[in-house]
């Protein structure tokens, strides 16, 4: 089956420092979205990104943050200064267009991001 | 209007046994409700989903019930095994919109 890859697995960061944490998603793929999850918490939607550009964000999305797609292949959430909250497994999802019938979203392995 | 309401948090069976896990729901809109399963250190894997013009869909050992009058949901396993042990979470999804997540409940399942 088609995976999501993304990449590093782990990142150990600096407060104040900037993060960038990469994915790629399935090839035929053209919506694609960041959740993060807390440890122990529920998983929280960051990001949607269609037609190269935000489709929908939520509260937690904030300045901080930003996403891209630079190439064909790669979507990147960045993170500018990082906070000690910001510490969570960031997780890349990616699904087909939604005409289509079957609007399974692909999840990566996600990134473990911890921020000192 | 966007949650989506899990529940048990935790659950533990012996194996063999049934665990079931309850969801509810209040917006509507939504059309499709899929079951993620994940295990530590891994992302969500998809389960088994449903849509709102089904009562009951089974896959295997799972079996999602489905009461759309109620805007409830859940989520069956049968002859419940070790390997099951991991955190299921329920979710529902608008067409072009995200996917919410419930909160997640965390099933062991013992030997």
């Known amino acids: 089956e088609p995976e999501v890859t993304q990449t590093p697995s782990h990142q150990v960061t600096q407060m104040g420092q900037e993060v960038i944490l990469r994915c790629v998603p399935i090839?035929?793929?053209?919506?694609f979205y960041w959740y993060r999850q807390i440890l122990g918490q529920k998983v929280e939607f960051l990001v949607s990104?269609?037609?190269?550009?935000?489709?929908?964000k939520s509260e937690i999305f904030d300045d901080q943050f930003s996403v891209e797609r630079p190439d064909g292949s790669n979507f990147t959430l960045k993170i500018r200064s990082t906070k000690l909250e910001d510490s969570a497994m960031y997780f890349c999802?990616?699904?087909?267009?939604?005409?289509?019938?079957?609007?399974?979203?692909?999840f990566g392995s996600g990134t473990q991001l911890s921020v000192l | 209007q966007q949650q989506v309401k899990q529940s048990p948090q935790s659950l533990i069976v012996q194996k063999g046994g049934i665990p079931i896990i309850n969801c509810a729901y209040e917006?509507?809109?939504?059309?499709?409700f899929p079951w993620y399963q994940q295990f530590p250190g891994k992302g969500p894997a998809l389960l088994i989903a449903?849509?709102?013009?089904?009562s009951e869909k089974k896959e295997g050992r799972f079996t999602i019930s489905f009461n759309k009058s109620a805007k409830q949901f859940s989520l069956h396993i049968m002859d419940s095994q070790p390997g099951d042990s991991a955190t299921y979470f329920c979710?529902?999804?608008?067409?072009?919109?995200?996917?919410?997540f419930g909160t997640g409940t965390r099933l062991q399942v013992f030997p």
């Open positions: 999802a990616s699904r087909r267009p939604p005409s289509s019938t079957n609007e399974k979203l692909f």
């Open positions: 090839s035929n793929h053209l919506y």
């Open positions: 990104f269609y037609n190269n550009e935000i489709s929908e």
């Open positions: 917006n509507t809109a939504f059309d499709y």
């Open positions: 449903i849509r709102p013009d089904v």
């Open positions: 979710a529902a999804i608008r067409s072009t919109d995200k996917l919410i």
